[in-house]
């Protein structure tokens, strides 16, 4: 009986894996074997190793370069590397939900993006997914005979194989890049922020127009957690905060385990960017705030006096 094959499109930053792929690779070990694709440069030993652990029993290499940040030349080197596979699995970030559009138009496969996680049924690929701002919680069925499912980060606990684990075979990847309007002509990379990426995230402490600008106690307590910062719109319209930091449906989505919004309403726009999160705990001064119809666990107070509080029972419990 012949096995399935599932690829996973690897997210990497200097040539170090992205957690949400290794989350990716452990869903792919669910429905098939996983074949991990490499856009970009040669893939490291350090990091082939790592795809190998996470159940990766090949590591195809598209070495083109900087084409990799271009979508187009990029979804036709993921064409040339998965045409074997039933499914593919990514993570759903702006630039991967341009390659699925592109790699579909050219193999017919059918799209499921920004999904919590999959599954086989009756021979076919189900994707679950919220929608509507996370009020709806839907499957989408996959009728064609390949899938694409961009994954959202969080989703999937990343699991080793543990003992296992072999060392995955390198396959180079020859392709054809298509032409294009359009060519990368210089490529500078920006430094990353401090901390864990916040669509990454497993904790996001979020801040809004109850900080009056000051992001102190919101640092802090990220910082505590292990988590990254957030804010509303308000906060970057007013220059508080950058916008990479925005959370929300024209912002960031994001998806962590615990959400913590300080001095933030709670506004439709930012529900859409937050509202699939596990746990949600809001701090605000006002009892009629919309956030406090979504949270989890809610205190009516200000930010100023929670989080102090709050911070100093998180270090006693630590150091109990």
Same mark, same amino acid.
């Given at each position: 009986?012949?096995? %399935?094959? =599932? ?33 970009? /440069? ?17 590591? $195809?290499?598209?070495? =083109?370069?900087? +084409? ?13 590397? %998965? ?21 579909? !138009? ?6 499921? @993006?920004?999904?919590?996680?999959a599954q086989v049924v009756? *021979? ?6 919220? @929608? ?16 694409? =499912?961009?994954? $959202? &980060? ?28 359009? %060519? ?6 920006? &430094?990353?922020?401090?901390?864990? &990426? ?10 809004? $127009? *109850? %900080? ?8 802090? !307590?990220? +910082?505590?957690? #292990? ?20 959370? #929300? ?38 009892? +009629?705030a919309p956030i406090f119809?979504?949270? +989890?666990?809610? @205190? @009516?107070? /200000? ?7 709050? !911070? ?5 419990? $630590?150091? #109990?």
């Amino acid at each position: 009986m012949s096995t %399935t094959t =599932i690829a996973v499109l690897i997210e990497h930053r200097g040539g170090e894996v992205a957690q949400p792929s290794l989350e990716a690779l452990t869903l792919a070990r669910t429905l098939g074997e996983p074949v991990a694709v490499w856009l970009g /440069s040669e893939v490291l030993a350090d990091a082939a190793n790592l795809l190998g652990e996470y159940g990766a029993t090949e590591v $195809r290499v598209a070495n =083109i370069g900087d +084409d990799a940040r271009h979508p187009a030349r990029a979804a036709a080197a993921v064409v040339t590397a %998965t045409g074997d596979a039933d499914t593919l699995l990514m993570v759903s970030t702006f630039v991967n939900k341009e390659i699925a559009t592109r790699v579909a !138009m050219v193999t017919g496969a059918g799209v499921v @993006v920004d999904a919590a996680g999959a599954q086989v049924v009756d *021979g076919k690929v189900e994707a679950f997914k919220t @929608v509507f701002a996370a009020t709806w919680n839907v499957r989408c069925r996959v009728e064609t005979d390949k899938a694409i =499912i961009a994954l $959202r &980060p969080n989703t999937t606990q990343a699991v080793s194989i543990g003992a296992e684990a072999v060392a995955p075979t390198i396959v180079d990847v020859e392709t054809d890049l298509p032409e294009a309007l359009e %060519t990368v002509t210089k490529v500078e990379p920006v &430094p990353p922020s401090e901390g864990v &990426p916040l669509a990454e995230a497993a904790v996001v402490v979020a801040g809004g $127009r *109850g %900080t009056g600008g000051d992001y102190t106690l919101v640092r802090e !307590m990220a +910082d505590l957690l #292990g988590g990254a910062v957030g804010a509303s719109r308000d906060a970057t319209d007013e220059g508080w905060i950058s916008h990479e930091h925005m959370v #929300g449906q024209t912002g960031t989505t994001v998806t962590p385990a615990l959400y913590v919004a300080c001095g933030i309403s709670g506004a439709v726009h930012h529900r859409g960017g937050m509202q699939a999160s596990g746990t949600v705990v809001a701090i605000n001064m006002d009892p +009629d705030a919309p956030i406090f119809e979504i949270c +989890d666990f809610g @205190v @009516v107070g /200000s930010l100023f006096d929670v989080l102090p509080q709050a !911070m100093e029972t998180i270090r006693a419990h $630590r150091e #109990g």
